[in-house]
């Protein structure tokens, strides 16, 4: 599937979104194993987002968006964030 510029652009934003949580979620292992097991849940929930966007299931990344919590949600850029809410049906 061609993706267009903008969206490209925007998951390489989330992908550097991912990969901050991961680093962080490393960075915590070993010394705060609730904080290391939440950065890497969120990781785990932006890629799901991601895969999503990038299969073109861009209703499903909507869905999957939609229950995320506020902070982790804000990870995700604010054009992806509503062209994925449109799809889904919900207003952002």
């Not at 490209?8 to 991912?18: E, F, P």
């Not at 705060?32 to 890497?40: G, I, P, Q, T």
């Amino acid at each position: 599937m061609t993706m267009p510029k903008s969206i490209q652009r925007d998951l390489d934003k989330l992908d550097q979104a991912i990969a901050r949580s991961r680093r962080m979620a490393a960075f915590h292992d070993g010394d705060d194993d609730y904080l290391a097991e939440a950065y890497e849940q969120d990781a785990d929930d932006l890629q799901a987002v991601r895969d999503a966007v990038a299969r073109g299931e861009l209703a499903e990344a909507g869905r999957l968006a939609y229950g995320l919590d506020t902070y982790v949600r804000d990870e995700i850029p604010a054009r992806l964030f509503n062209l994925i809410m449109k799809a889904n049906g919900t207003n952002s």
